[in-house]
């Protein structure tokens, strides 16, 4: 069965820093790979999804993740972050007929 | 189009009680979760549905845990007797269909705290 791991716990930035959450997973078949984030007291909300193609997606906020099988990672990146992307961030992998694995989450804090 | 309906958003509950929860998935979707999400952690699937049929059960403690979904759309989730380690929070998700690139719809969950 396929898992992921988020290697940050927690990450703290000041407002206008770049950010990168790193996430890695492992599976022996094809994957689609998601990207969730969770503001507080919320469910969880799509923020971008790999399926096949080009391998670097974006998000309408202004965030981006790339896929690289060979490392098997799907980071998230944003150039510029604001306050209001202080929230909590799940990397999510779906592979062959298995349900949707989470990664333990990343608590993105932004600082003025 | 409406989201994902969950209640109650909260409930607290003492250890060996019942509770239920309620979820009513985004019109059309055919499939639903149920997931756990306990503090610090990713959300953990306990149950799928498509339409009223259960396609993967194997995460759900069945000693205590129990989840239907009649007619096809709206599903409850019962803990009975409940335990300490329950509190979480319980999410509900919906999908179009079961297709594997199909991203999850999810409410804004139940807190549980049992005590």
């Known amino acids: 069965a396929q898992s992921v791991t988020q290697l940050d716990s927690q990450v703290p930035v000041f407002e206008e820093a770049p950010v990168e959450l790193r996430c890695n997973y492992s599976?022996?078949?094809?994957?689609?790979l998601f990207w969730y984030v969770q503001y507080p007291n919320q469910g969880l909300q799509l923020l971008l999804k790999?399926?096949?193609?080009?391998?670097l997606v974006e998000s309408i906020n202004g965030f981006e993740a790339e896929f690289n099988k060979s490392q098997t990672s799907f980071h998230l990146r944003k150039p510029s972050v604001h306050i209001s992307d202080t929230a909590e961030y799940f990397c999510a992998v779906r592979a062959g007929n298995n349900d949707m694995r989470f990664g333990a989450g990343t608590r993105l804090t932004v600082k003025p | 189009e409406a989201g994902v309906a969950q209640s109650p958003r909260y409930k607290i509950i003492e250890k060996r009680q019942s509770v239920a929860f309620w979820c009513n998935p985004i019109s059309g979707h055919a499939t639903l979760y149920w997931y756990q999400q306990i503090l610090g952690q990713g959300p953990k699937l306990l149950i799928q549905f498509q339409n009223n049929g259960v396609v993967d059960d194997s995460q759900l403690p069945k000693d205590r845990f129990s989840a239907e979904r009649l007619k096809g759309v709206d599903s409850t989730l019962k803990i009975q007797p409940a335990k300490l380690e329950d509190s979480a929070v319980y999410l509900c998700?919906?999908?179009?269909?079961?297709?594997?690139?199909?991203?999850?719809?999810f409410g804004n969950g139940t807190r549980l705290t049992v005590t």
């Open positions: 790999y399926l096949s193609g080009s391998t």
């Open positions: 599976s022996s078949v094809s994957v689609y």
């Open positions: 998700a919906s999908s179009p269909g079961r297709s594997h690139n199909s991203p999850l719809h």
